[in-house]
Each structure stands twice: as structure tokens, then as C-alpha cells.
């Protein structure tokens, strides 16, 4: 049964930075295409940033490139996302979500694009003072 579980979201100051994990199970992540997702309440999901299999480098939405890193590390099964500098619109329910596909189609150069069909349960990010 494939399983994502997010952790590490939580309350922060303007400013401050909080580092996501997505903690896989039940399938080898070597082969799936990783992408996280934010909701805010009103709005939309937004896609943030993904990367993509085979050494891929992670791409990322406009409103977080430079402060927001993603990274993969498959030995580990888990994905991460570092954000820095954080502002109060990026508050949100924060997903990471998976697709089998080596496809460059569901991580585009502006993060991720496409039906991604695994999702976690979600992880609350607050950025306020």
C-alpha cells in the first residue's frame, strides 16, 4: 500500500524557515516523479516544486523560487522541502504527492504539472507574527 506522510510544518515568524519531510512507503521512489502542493483556505491548490527521476533537478513555482528547496533522497524513501525567507502568504496546508513516471510532462520547468496520483494527508505551514 503506498503510503506519503508529511511532517515538519508548524507556526513561524516572518522571515524564518521550516524544512518539510515526505516519508514514502510501500514503493521504490526511484521510479516516481515528486511533487509538493500547498492550499491555502479560499484558494486553489498550487502547485510549489517537483523533481523529476534519474538525477533530475527540482523546478519550482515563481512565488517560491529562491527561498523554497526541494530535494529527494531515495535511499531514505523520503523527499523534503526547505523553505527560507517565509512570508505570510505562504501559509497553507502543504501536500507532497507522487506519480509513477519518469515523464519530464508532470514536472515542467515551473514545478509540477499534471494528475499526480499519491498524496499524503497534508502538513499545516502558518507564517504569522
Known amino acids: 500500500q503506498l503510503q506519503l506522510v508529511e511532517s515538519g510544518g508548524g507556526l513561524v515568524q516572518p522571515g524564518g524557515s521550516l524544512r518539510l519531510s515526505c516519508a514514502t512507503s510501500g514503493f521504490t521512489l526511484d521510479y516516481y516523479t515528486i511533487g509538493w502542493f500547498r492550499q491555502a483556505p479560499g484558494k486553489e491548490r498550487e502547485g510549489v516544486s517537483c523533481?523529476?527521476?534519474?538525477?533530475?533537478?527540482?523546478t519550482y513555482a515563481d512565488s517560491v523560487k529562491g527561498r523554497f528547496t526541494m530535494s529527494r533522497d531515495n535511499a531514505k524513501n523520503t523527499a523534503y522541502l526547505q523553505m527560507n525567507n517565509l512570508k505570510p502568504e505562504d501559509t497553507a496546508i502543504y501536500y507532497c504527492?507522487?506519480?509513477?513516471?519518469?515523464?519530464?510532462?508532470?514536472?515542467?520547468?515551473?514545478?509540477?504539472?499534471?494528475?499526480?496520483?499519491?498524496w499524503g494527508q497534508g502538513t499545516q505551514v502558518t507564517v504569522s507574527s
Open positions: 504527492a507522487a506519480v509513477l513516471s519518469e515523464s519530464h510532462y508532470y514536472c515542467s520547468g515551473y514545478g509540477p504539472t499534471g494528475e499526480y496520483d499519491n
Open positions: 523533481v523529476g527521476t534519474r538525477g533530475a533537478s527540482a
